[in-house]
């Protein structure tokens, strides 16, 4: 029995909903009012018998106990079955990685980092020499109990403070070197990095201390000096504050992103706790990868006078780009159904009073700050605002650019209502016709891409992968489609448009049963450019690097699956796993369907319906699985001949 199936088989998934849910006893199963969407009438069972739950209002979604943790809690696999296994009394195994003594070292940088915080922290709060840090300090407006949530501390005016400090508590000088806190001469001698500045500890979303900025009393040059790169800190792969935010930001369901440490400081003294900073560099992917689990909605605070500036703009082109998407089926002018990928996000920009940054309005004016985020400029019309401050707009050859630049952004708004009112805003603007706007909306709209774009990941990297037997036996049908997959993935946007010709949605990972299967499809779809295959596997926790193992030894191999036949036996075996999920809310739609006529509910009609679109898709898909079915007969009495 696998980790995951232990878990399992000890939790009773109607306990689990039951410390959220209200649930009532129907028939064999429970209702209740779904925790994910606004609702009076109970949309969302749960079925005992077969340990899962589903929505059959808003959300039509659904799926195990992993997923339902994963969904209400916000999390990601790895912290679902870390959550899930405390509950259970089930021990997880560590992951697997490649350079164990690595770890070691990287432990041991934390624990020099955790020793400098204390080092520092100490000073600015006891030391007789710090006063000036101190009242400092107090002129920012911080208060004790802010300093002490964040560690705040000093680093002395001098060479080796620090150093001696940490070489008279064991630590050694290459380690020290490693972990950024100080600086090897040209003379072959050291010194401490950081001198005569107030530290702030940078933790990651664990809260374990991996860098410190530091910012000078006096004037001087830079103002604030960071940890360099090191095997731990990384400041594009951060956001300061994060650790402490993450809370607040999963509850109001918004995040405020500022650009200082001071801002978030004193956000979060002031009562604001779903601030973060980038630590004075523009948005990355990376950063935004942290944030997009959390929420959908992103809130720029910015520096009034830098709001045009370029690394803005490309902070917001890069979320543009990473940020959630959602695929949405679109009618053609033929009848068919294409799909496209729209961005999945509320990005909105916020303007300061003229002459004052973050800091300075919680300071001056806290409650001045909630209204200003709630009117917080939307993307479509911030853009609007920067697209025309260079261009001409009498000039024909400059009402093209602003086209030009606009189009791909309306080009993602999801609301029609939406998309309409910046399309006549544009055509006003630049004293054109709708139909030529809309005419370039048309031409920019292009096949599904966002989660589920396949060219950007690697298709070389399984074959590194160490194979060793699994202690499961079973390999079926998503177990097949993952292995090949995982080969070649640009299968996935074959299969893909073949959903999207049937008015399917595209594969996912609710078309797989095991929840290993589940968490390992929805990470691998957003694998980053450029990743390597086996730091990615290091990064996945240990139940899913057993089940992953296991596909690539069972699997077929590379040669066998570079051919039209592998090619649309991928495809049928795809549309079989569709029809396997169809099938199965069939089944649980009858069974609620026959307990609401015995008890004479109004939902049996909304049932009705619903079993005849499910019936529609069905044999649809059936269908399509014949037609694939009789080409490959065809070419095997071909070859028979």
């Known amino acids: 029995m696998s980790t995951i199936d232990d878990i399992k088989s000890r939790l009773d998934i109607a306990d689990i909903v039951s410390e959220h849910v209200p649930l009532k006893k129907a028939g064999r199963n429970f209702k209740g009012l779904c925790p994910f969407h ?49 509950k259970a009394g089930v021990q997880l195994e560590p992951p697997r990685t490649r350079d164990s003594e690595r770890e070691k070292q990287l432990d041991k940088l934390l624990d020099i980092h955790a020793a400098a915080t204390t080092y520092f922290h100490e000073l600015l709060l006891h030391s007789a020499e710090d006063a000036a840090a101190r009242a400092y300090v107090a002129r920012r407006g911080l208060n004790e109990e802010t300093i002490r949530r964040f560690q705040v501390g000093y680093a002395p005016d001098a060479w080796r403070g620090l150093t001696d400090h940490l070489l008279l508590r ?36 664990r809260g374990r201390v991996i860098g410190f900025g530091g910012r000078i009393l006096d004037k001087g040059e830079p103002k604030y000096l960071n940890s360099p790169q090191t095997p731990l800190f990384n400041k594009s792969q951060l956001l300061f504050g994060l650790d402490m935010a993450k809370a607040s930001i999963r509850a109001q369901g918004c995040v405020v992103i500022v650009e200082g440490y001071m801002d978030v400081l004193q956000a979060h003294q002031g009562g604001f706790a779903n ?48 940020l959630e998407r959602q695929t ?43 209204p200003l985020v709630q009117a917080a400029t939307p993307l479509v019309d911030y853009y609007f605002q920067i697209a025309t401050r260079d ?40 004293r054109a016709d709708e139909g030529t706007i809309r005419r370039k909306l048309a031409a920019a709209r292009t096949s599904p891409e966002g989660a589920w774009q396949t060219g950007r990941r690697r298709s070389d990297g399984p074959r590194d992968l160490v194979t ?32 999207g010709g049937l008015s399917l949605a595209p594969l996912q990972a609710e078309d797989l049963e095991r929840v290993e299967s589940r968490a390992l499809f929805a990470a691998w779809i957003q694998v980053q450019e450029g990743m390597d295959w086996q730091e990615w596997v290091d990064t996945l926790p240990s139940a899913l690097q057993e089940h992953l193992r296991f ?15 592998a090619q649309r036996d991928i495809e049928r075996t795809a549309l079989l796993l569709r029809q396997r999920r169809l099938g199965r ?23 009705d319906q619903t079993l005849v679109s499910l019936h529609q898709d069905k044999f649809r898909v059936h269908r399509a699985v014949s037609r694939l079915t009789a080409m490959a007969r065809r070419e095997e009495k071909e070859k028979a001949l």
């Open 38 to 86: 606004s609702e009076k009438t109970p949309s969302f069972f749960v079925f005992p018998d077969t340990q899962t739950w589903h929505c059959f209002g808003a959300c039509q979604t659904g799926g195990d106990l992993f997923a339902y943790v994963m969904r209400h809690d916000h999390l990601e696999f790895a912290e679902a079955l870390q959550v899930l296994a405390q």
């Open 391 to 430: 261009l001409d707009l009498t000039s024909a050859k400059s009402k093209s650019e602003i086209v030009d630049r606009l189009v791909p952004i309306l080009t993602e708004i999801r609301d029609e209502v939406e998309r309409t009112h910046y399309v006549q805003k544009l055509a006003r603007l630049i």
């Open 468 to 499: 060793e037997q699994p202690a499961s036996p079973v390999f079926a049908m998503e177990e097949h489609l993952l292995t090949v997959l995982f080969r070649y993935p640009a299968y996935l946007e074959r299969i893909n448009t073949l959903l």
């Open 275 to 322: 601030v973060v900073a980038t630590m004075g560099t523009a948005l990355t992917e990376q950063q935004l990868a942290l944030l997009k689990r959390m929420t959908h909605r992103y809130v720029l605070a910015l520096d009034p006078d830098a709001a045009g500036d370029q690394a803005t703009l490309r902070g917001l082109a890069v979320a543009r780009e990473v």
């Open 328 to 370: 949405v089926p679109v009618p053609t002018a033929r009848g068919w159904i294409r799909y496209e990928s729209r961005l999945n996000a509320d990005i909105r920009i916020m303007a300061l009073p003229a002459g004052q940054d973050p800091d300075d309005l919680i300071r001056d004016a806290p409650a001045s700050w909630e």
């Open 170 to 205: 064991g630590y050694e000088r290459p380690d020290l070197l490693e972990a950024g806190l100080i600086i090897l001469r040209d003379d072959g001698g050291y010194h401490d990095r950081f001198r005569g500045r107030l530290m702030i500890p940078i933790r990651d979303t």
């Open 551 to 565: 596909l690539l030894a069972q699997g077929p191999d590379s040669d066998q699956l570079a051919n039209e036949e």
């Open 585 to 607: 809310l069939v089944d649980h739609l009858k069974v609620l369907q026959a307990e609401a006529r015995e008890q004479g509910e109004a939902r049996v009609r909304d049932y």
